[in-house]
């Protein structure tokens, strides 16, 4: 067993650490890359972080793991995993749902029409992907989503409701998840289709979450979509949707901030004092950062089964989901651990100057909460490991 990159690999990461230095000293970098705040680069848009995607696409990150007849580069995923961890490490976009969800997606089942409109402009970070899953009543469950798809000519005619969408408010085109057969089975009568944001026919409403971060509500009333965006085949669409957010739940979460707020919580602990000693000599602040680091290597190791499994070629489902649950916990656990320790004035937040560490924990505090809720919560990964892992029954 060998837990060590490769000479490639690591020439790989110096290279991506290359650039990333490059890039800070650009005079927009502060708006590209944020260390503070690990998620807030995937969740805005801005004329900075365009630009650094564009850069990224002209050095051929993007796409690296596409096969090579879709202007990928044949690479193994784990180059994708490299360049995420380093890239999420300082706070950087990631390379995100364009090219990990709808471009690998579309490399498996879409048409051939699909694939030469949209894989180029991915692989070239020209647009940016919302992912219209979740509704007002169809979360966890979400084959029983309403948001209906009637046949209109030589298309279709949508109309509904979606929530909670990620990126609505920029996006160029929406993955979308419909029904389109209401007599079938709920899981059988659901379709994806592609459709663009510009379409006069959706509204996009601000929905401030407890993280600070902005998701949407999107509206959809008679927004016609030719069949061509139709992505594989009518009807087929679940099988779609749980493959693109298996990919989802790895290709989203990262461990270099986790072991980046790891370090901080030892920095301070080691620095700073309390009734007269140090806080690193006090038992009960020693016990639990043993733990932390226990765990944080835990999840490390977990993630790398994940991306072991995933460059097999597989979509590694049940991993991800004991990844995805372990992970966003772990970083829940963290940011309480940091604000028993801070004490009372771990509740200011930034903007109050007696903040302790600029309000970060304050804010991990709640923004950690989402983590384990998006791309799917904590308890329905519990269910994909015991069914799908574990083989345990259905239970409703
Ligand atoms: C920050 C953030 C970003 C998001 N981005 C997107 C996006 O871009 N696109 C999109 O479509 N959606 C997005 N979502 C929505 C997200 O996928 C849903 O919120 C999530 O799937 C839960 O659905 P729900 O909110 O309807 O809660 P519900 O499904 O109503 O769940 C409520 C509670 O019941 C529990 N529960 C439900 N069913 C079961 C069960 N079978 N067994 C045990 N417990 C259960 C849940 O775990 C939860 O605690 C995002 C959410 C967040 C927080």
């Not at 694939?115 to 180029?120: D, G, H, S, T, Y």
């Not at 057969?181 to 509204?203: E, R, Y």
Request: hydrophobic residues 40%; aromatic residues 8%; glycine residues 8%.
């Amino acid at each position: 067993m060998n837990f060590e990159f490769s000479a490639a690999e690591q020439d790989f990461i110096n290279e991506v650490r290359a650039f990333i230095h490059e890039q800070a000293q650009l005079p927009d970098a502060a708006d590209v890359m944020a260390p503070d705040r690990d998620t807030d680069s995937m969740l805005s848009d801005t004329p900075a972080r365009r630009r650094f995607n564009r850069e990224m696409a002209a050095r051929g990150y993007l796409g690296m793991s596409w096969p090579a007849q879709f202007g990928g580069s044949d690479k193994d995923g784990i180059y994708e995993y490299l360049l995420n961890e380093e890239l999420a490490r300082v706070g950087a976009p990631l390379i995100g749902k364009g090219v990990g969800i709808i471009g690998k997606s579309l490399i498996r089942h879409g048409s051939d029409k699909l694939k030469a409109e949209f894989l180029p402009q991915i692989r070239h970070a020209e647009i940016e992907f919302a992912l219209g899953y979740s509704e007002p009543s169809a979360g966890s469950d979400l084959a029983s989503l309403k948001t209906k798809a009637e046949k209109s000519g030589d298309g279709w005619l949508i109309n509904g409701q979606k929530t909670w969408n990620t990126s609505a408010h920029f996006a160029d085109w929406y993955w979308l998840a419909v029904r389109t057969d209401p007599t079938a089975a709920k899981h059988k009568g659901i379709s994806v289709f592609l459709v663009p944001m510009s379409h006069p026919g959706i509204t996009v409403r601000a929905i401030e979450t407890l993280g600070e971060h902005r998701t949407n509500q999107v509206f959809l009333d008679n927004v016609w979509v030719h069949d061509d965006y139709l992505v594989g085949e009518l009807n087929k669409g679940w099988v779609y949707i749980c493959e693109a957010l298996d990919l989802e739940r790895f290709s989203i979460y990262t461990i270099s901030p986790v072991e980046a707020k790891l370090e901080l919580m030892w920095d301070y602990v080691k620095t700073e004092t309390r009734d007269g000693g140090p806080l690193s000599a006090l038992p009960a602040v020693r016990r639990v950062m043993a733990q932390l680091t226990a765990q944080v290597e835990t999840a490390k190791m977990l993630q790398r089964r994940v991306i072991d499994s995933a460059c097999q070629g597989g979509v590694p489902a049940v991993e991800a989901a004991m990844f995805k649950l372990y992970m966003t916990v772990l970083t829940q656990r963290m940011a309480n651990t940091m604000i028993d320790i801070l004490g009372p004035r771990g509740l200011l937040h930034k903007s109050s100057a007696d903040a302790p560490t600029h309000g970060k924990w304050e804010w991990a505090y709640r923004a950690t909460a989402l983590d384990t809720i998006g791309a799917g919560t904590s308890e329905i990964q519990k269910n994909i490991i015991a069914r799908r892992g574990l083989g345990l029954p259905y239970v409703n």
